[in-house]
């Protein structure tokens, strides 16, 4: 390589030399833009989702109850026992005794104010409710219960028997029919408030639905041996005219258990009068019952 080219060679790198470092400098002095600063929230202001006028307005509304249209006070009137009264209002008499300090349930009134719903506080009446002393009995000769009525009565103070599910809606009842017989007298409001199912003498009468006894003797004028059965705060079913009865107060039933046996007491036929009461109302069982 000659003198001259040798020359040119260190000019060049040393050009490209201070190109590049002018190069680094204004790199180095060049600033670059702050990083962008993101607001958190803190503990003390925290963030609140939008919500809905709508949505709002639906979750601080109370749950709707079942309306019940029944009246909280029932006035006795001549010929009134505290079973029938019962019956009309749709309660359990030992609920009405109760809530009325009532210490035996065959001395009321005519004209006394009895309460039919039950009170805000169950401390306004305190006051011990003597049983009564209508006894469950099978109508045979010796008056011996039948083992079917002790072998429930077992089951229900082992707790066998499931207690009623509550329910948010009373008027969701699964229904099936008490007797298999045909059915003879049909609902009428003013002059039979139930069914009349005919059958043999002995013919089982089934619980229509889930439920608890609230009644079970014959201190019902015009029904005879008579089951009632409570299922909810809205309904309640009677069984009537039975000839031997096979459960008693407070044992829980299930739907199409055996409750008692056909037959004829305070009747002019062996037949199965089945009433269902919504509020203490008789209703047409036909619209409740599943078709056959």
């Not at 009134?80 to 030992?94: P, S, V, Y």
């Not at 109508?139 to 219960?145: E, I, S, T, V």
């Not at 009747?267 to 109302?281: C, I, M, P």
């Amino acid at each position: 390589m000659t003198t001259m080219q040798r020359c040119l060679t260190s000019r060049t790198l040393g050009l490209a030399a201070a190109a590049l470092a002018a190069l680094l400098l204004v790199g180095c002095a060049t600033r670059r833009p702050p990083a962008p600063v993101e607001e958190r929230p803190t503990a003390k202001s925290p963030v609140k989702p939008e919500v809905a006028p709508e949505a709002a307005k639906a979750a601080s509304a109370p749950a709707s109850a079942p309306s019940d249209t029944r009246p909280a006070t029932y006035t006795v009137k001549p010929g009134d026992t505290l079973m029938r009264i019962a019956l009309e209002t749709g309660q359990a008499w030992r609920d009405i005794a109760r809530w009325n300090g009532i210490d035996n349930p065959n001395l009321i009134e005519v004209g006394q104010v009895l309460r039919v719903l039950p009170p805000t506080s169950e401390t306004v009446a305190t006051k011990p409710v003597t049983p009564s002393k209508i006894e469950t009995k099978p109508l045979d000769a010796n008056g011996k219960p039948p083992a079917a009525a002790a072998s429930g009565a077992a089951a229900s103070a082992s707790g066998v028997a499931p207690a009623v599910p509550s329910r948010d809606n009373d008027d969701d009842v699964q229904w099936a029919w008490p007797a298999a017989g045909p059915v003879v007298a049909p609902f009428d409001e003013t002059r039979n408030k139930g069914l009349a199912i005919t059958g043999k003498a002995g013919d089982p009468v089934y619980a229509a639905a889930d439920g608890r006894v609230v009644y079970a003797g014959s201190g019902l004028r015009g029904y005879g041996n008579l089951v009632i059965v409570k299922h909810n705060a809205t309904y309640l079913t009677a069984y009537a005219h039975n000839q031997t009865l096979l459960v008693k107060e407070d044992q829980v039933v299930r739907k199409g258990q055996k409750i008692a046996e056909m037959g004829s007491s305070d009747a002019d036929r062996v037949q199965l009068h089945f009433e269902v009461r919504r509020q203490g109302k008789p209703v047409d069982p036909s619209k409740l019952l599943p078709a056959r």
